[in-house]
């Protein structure tokens, strides 16, 4: 919720009292972290419709092998795919990526 309320779409009052939208983040950087399997499926859910986000770093985190590869509850490559404006997720350092 916090996502999608306040790093999202946000509207600034200028100084003549009109409204402005400025789009969220595009990019989120999250390397060097001991994130683990339990994020990633937080993240993947959060970033499925998400039309802002450009790149997700995730760098040296604690991903194995085994999340990485699984299709089932990680599936990352179907995140790409269904995410049209999300270009890169960044999983070099870690356990499972090669």
């Known amino acids: 919720m916090k996502w999608k309320k306040d790093l999202r779409i946000i509207d600034i009052h200028s100084t003549d009292s009109q409204k402005v ?3 969220g983040l595009k990019e989120i950087v999250l390397s060097h972290n001991r994130f683990g ?4 499926k937080h993240v ?6 998400d039309n802002y ?3 997700l770093d995730l760098r040296k985190n604690r991903l194995s092998a085994a999340v990485i590869g699984d299709c089932t509850n990680y599936d990352i490559v179907k ?3 269904e ?3 999300l270009t890169n ?3 070099r350092e870690n356990e499972g990526y090669d």
């Open 53 to 55: 986000l450009r790149v």
């Open 21 to 23: 939208t400025v789009p």
């Open 89 to 91: 997720i960044d999983l």
């Open 83 to 85: 995410n049209d404006s």
């Open 44 to 49: 993947l859910t959060a970033i499925k419709e």
């Open 79 to 81: 995140s790409l795919s």
């Open 37 to 40: 399997a339990n994020f990633l």
